[in-house]
């Protein structure tokens, strides 16, 4: 989920296992929605968007759901791989973007 | 492509002092953004251009910053003064259009002390 203090909240998973990692946006008004991976030393790296219109896409190995009711994000990543360790941004998108504070993924073989 | 480019990649220098990160975007990509990394704060968005010109600057935090894009291949963040609180990594990125699939650099780590 979401952090709003000074520590990211971990996701720790097992190799292969599916990952959910959440996110809570602020603005009912945003638009467009967008999922980074950033690794260590690295910056951010586009993974998954999604329009408000829809509630679902699906990439490689990786789902977004929108659920705008409760304006919940969501990104599902199947079959997780010991590379597929990182943080993950949610972003959302009304007029300028506004990232969430991010969610660490650690994947142990 | 080589990607966005930043420089330099680390910066140590002391309270008071003037400091200029530097951004090269893809070539082609009319959008370039500049952005602040810290722990307590998050990614935040600190101005992005459009052709060259600023488009929202409002999450500049305050005069001692300023930004430009004196053509399509380059901008610069300048800090002046520096304070110990403007300690964070700065990345640039761009797009082509549209908010999408925005690429990143690997960041400038700005040390203040």
């Known amino acids: ?109 | 492509d080589a990607g966005v480019i930043q420089s330099p990649r680390h910066e140590v220098t002391e309270m008071g002092q003037e400091v200029t990160l530097r951004c090269k975007p893809i070539s082609g990509h009319d959008y370039l953004f500049w952005y602040r990394q810290t722990m307590m704060r998050g990614l935040e968005l600190l101005i992005y251009f459009n052709n060259n010109v600023p488009i929202d600057d409002s999450g500049m935090p305050e005069d001692r910053f300023s930004a430009k894009m004196p053509n399509a291949s380059f901008s610069t963040l300048k800090i002046q003064p520096s304070e110990p609180r403007d300690s964070a990594v700065y990345f640039c990125a761009s797009i082509r259009t549209g908010w999408d699939e925005q690429f990143f650099g690997p960041g400038t780590r700005l040390t203040v002390l």
């Open chain 1, 1 to 109: 989920g979401e952090s709003v203090g000074l520590h990211l909240p971990t996701l720790s998973v097992q190799e292969g296992d599916n990952s959910i990692i959440n996110c809570a946006y602020s603005n009912s008004a945003s638009d467009y929605f967008i999922w980074y991976k950033q690794e260590s030393g690295k910056g951010p790296q586009f993974i998954i968007d999604i329009r408000s219109n829809m509630d679902k896409r699906q990439g490689q190995r990786v789902t977004v759901l929108l659920n705008k009711t409760v304006k919940h994000l969501s990104l599902q990543i199947a079959a997780t791989q010991p590379g597929d360790s990182a943080v993950y941004f949610c972003a959302e998108i009304y007029s300028t973007l506004t990232f969430g504070k991010g969610t660490m993924l650690l994947v142990s073989p």
